[in-house]
């Protein structure tokens, strides 16, 4: 009976020790879902952070470069990374919780420059890219021949880059860089932010992940534990209330709520 007990307590173990200790997630400033710069920094920093805490489980969310964020949590030194893209390469090294948002990936470019519509990757070959480093646009776009990217710290920078003309394009996350276009004091300074746009249409619509390195020793019930926290939350009216909190537009409202009922709702 003894040894019975103490097989039970072993395998409970790693699961108790998971959502005791606390949880360390990294990011980067990534408006207008989450940055420190916003109001509680934003409604998904603000979300993930309630639901696991309602769960027991103490969590910091601090930001930093997206390459850092990536390094930290492949080792082990952070539990998780918050808001990253779906990659065949990156399901290698790391878990995936289930989608806590949507966001649509693209170039951005001056208003001046003269692209076929629809965009097509094969015509880009002869323009300079910038993008983050660790970024995903779409899979497998870095890889395509031909393309040459330079890659930055972040998107702030490469916009930059782009004002002064010593890019032809930026890579990214059309809301965020539509967001830092309109408010960065380092690209509102600069006139030429209003010759900016996204071009249309986005090449991808992605869903945004937390994701958790394999290297680190209980991750995969970190997972699970994730999951339950954030279904705990949003399928209450809880949700509805922080998104007013956020004072977001009520289509916004909506159109978030379906999504997270669909992605931490009961499965069929």
Known sequence: M????????LLMSPAIHASKLPWRIVTEPFPPYFSPEMADNGWVHELVVLALRKQGIDVTIEYVAW?????LTASGSAVAAMGAYRTAQRE??????NAIGQTETGFFGKRSLRLEKPLQLDNLKNY???KGEEYVVV??????????FTHTVDLVTSLYMLQGDRVDLVAGTRQVGEHWLRHHPKLTANPASATIQFIEPAIATQNMYMIFGKALTGNDKR???????????????????LLA??????SDRQ???LFLQEQFGPQD
Not at 245 to 250: C, D, G, S, T, V
Request: proline share 3%.
């Open 128 to 130: 300079i890219i910038a």
């Open 139 to 148: 899979e497998g776009v870095e890889d395509h021949p031909g393309l040459s």
């Open 2 to 9: 003894l040894k019975l007990l103490m097989l039970v307590l």
């Open 255 to 257: 159109r978030i709520r």
């Open 67 to 71: 390459s850092r964020a990536m390094r």
């Open 223 to 241: 997972v699970r534990l994730f999951n339950e926290a954030m279904a705990g939350f949003v399928l209450t009216g809880e949700l509805a209330d």
């Open 245 to 250: 909190r956020h004072k977001l537009p009520e």
């Open 92 to 97: 290698q090294n790391y878990y995936y919780g």
